[in-house]
């Protein structure tokens, strides 16, 4: 029996605290059929707009490159755990979807160790709102119980990494998961990160696809998400450097939208009042391009205005396809959790990096394009035209 234990402090067997996981986890079973690929790309992959010249093999590329986003066919690879039992906690920025997917991931991998007669005993816990100072409790709170390893997706790197380090100094187990790392470079001891490795690298692809569209001229805005989240500054340090590669383009406003459609909404509403001239959106999370996509379409200017983005929230995915969002960054949140348990099995071994694992285990982004929105669909969430 798996034990998971969620934030309203229940045990739930094959349940999770939101709905959208429930399809999410029906499309991984439909995903099966899909992707039927192996072996895993690091880094980010690009799939470039159709040339209506060579559409038919435009198509056939879309079709591959967007089945292989997100991997629902991993396997355990061939380590074996010392021991029949382990217990975990993962904590992360906020209950949301994205989270959500990382946890089917988590989950595959319990299952696929108590096959193997490994019990994984796993709580994975979140604040309803993202907030640095709650993280830095729940980790003071996991400390005083007798976790094997604590993960953590950092909200805030500056006042996370001594909480983290203060665990490591009391001899606890710490890793970083998801798509936030606090590094060795940031003053951080904590043993590994699974997760995005290339949040900076994703920010400045998304802006050069934004930039090319519009012919490098024009107002930009940018939705950053979470202040001192390092995968949302990354990305926005990324947006900034290219932008600023451009003399004829220029950032006008950036907001944080701490993740929350409706507050994305109301910033995109007062970029479109503020500038009649904006020419383009560029979004740092799951949540902001939808919450810019339904304002530009209330204000009627969908025509004018380019939308990037992040990840694969079904809405998001939709207007990708309906041409309001011009491409979103989709990062594999199954492969993340997969691999996140992986690892944790690893250091609970007391196996340093370099033994069974590397420091950092890298998770791709793909960029997806109009053409690639409907596989996307299908593959997520088993939505066929």
């Known amino acids: 029996m798996l034990k998971k234990v969620y934030d309203d402090g229940t045990e739930k067997e094959k349940k999770h605290n939101r709905a959208v996981t429930v399809t999410l986890l029906a499309a991984a079973l439909w995903g099966l ?8 790309e690091a880094g980010s992959s690009v799939s470039e707009p159709a040339n209506e010249a060579v559409l038919d093999n435009t198509e056939r590329n879309v079709r591959e490159d967007t089945a292989d986003a997100v991997r629902f066919d991993l396997s355990l690879d061939g380590y074996e755990p010392l021991k029949k039992e382990y217990n975990f906690y993962f904590t992360y920025k906020l209950v949301h979807p994205w989270w959500d997917a990382v946890a089917l991931g988590v989950e595959d991998a319990a299952k696929q160790y108590e096959e193997k ?38 909200a805030d790197v500056e006042m996370v990494a001594p909480a983290i380090n203060s665990l490591m100094e009391e001899g606890h187990k710490v890793m970083t998961f998801s798509s936030s790392d606090a590094s060795k470079e940031d003053g951080c001891m904590r043993i590994a990160y699974v997760g995005n490795t290339h949040n900076y690298e994703d920010g400045a692809e998304l802006t050069e696809a934004l930039c090319k569209k519009l012919g490098y001229r024009g107002k930009i805005a940018v939705l950053v998400g979470n202040e001192g989240a390092p995968c949302h500054e990354e990305r926005a340090l990324g947006v900034q450097d ?29 970029f479109l009042e503020r500038h009649k001239d904006l020419a383009g959106i560029v979004c740092c999370n799951m949540s902001n391009p939808v919450g810019a996509a339904r304002a530009v379409i209330e204000a009627g200017r969908q025509e004018e205005i380019v939308i990037v983005g992040m990840d694969h929230d079904a809405e998001a995915l939709r207007y990708l396809g309906d041409g309001v969002i011009y491409a979103l960054g989709v990062q594999d949140c199954y492969s993340i959790g997969f691999d996140t348990v992986q690892v944790a099995v690893k250091i609970a071994d007391g196996l340093l ?21 409907s596989q996307m669909l299908q593959t997520l969430y088993g939505e066929i035209d």
Do not use: H, W
């Not at 059929?33 to 895993?40: A, F, H, I, P, V």
């Not at 709580?123 to 003071?140: C, G, I, K």
């Open 33 to 40: 059929s899909l992707c039927g690929c192996t072996g895993k």
């Open 117 to 154: 007669g490994v019990i994984i005993n796993y709580e994975y816990l979140a604040p309803n709102s993202a907030s640095a100072e709650d993280q830095v409790r729940r980790l003071s709170d996991a400390s005083l119980r007798d976790f094997d390893v604590i993960g953590v997706d950092v």
């Open 242 to 270: 290219v932008i600023a590669k451009y003399p004829d383009m220029k950032i006008v406003e950036l907001a944080y939208d701490e993740d929350s459609i409706d507050k994305a909404y109301r910033f995109t509403q007062g």
């Open 353 to 373: 990096p370099g033994e069974a694992y590397p420091e950092k285990t890298e998770e791709k982004t793909t960029i997806i394009y109009q053409e690639g929105a």
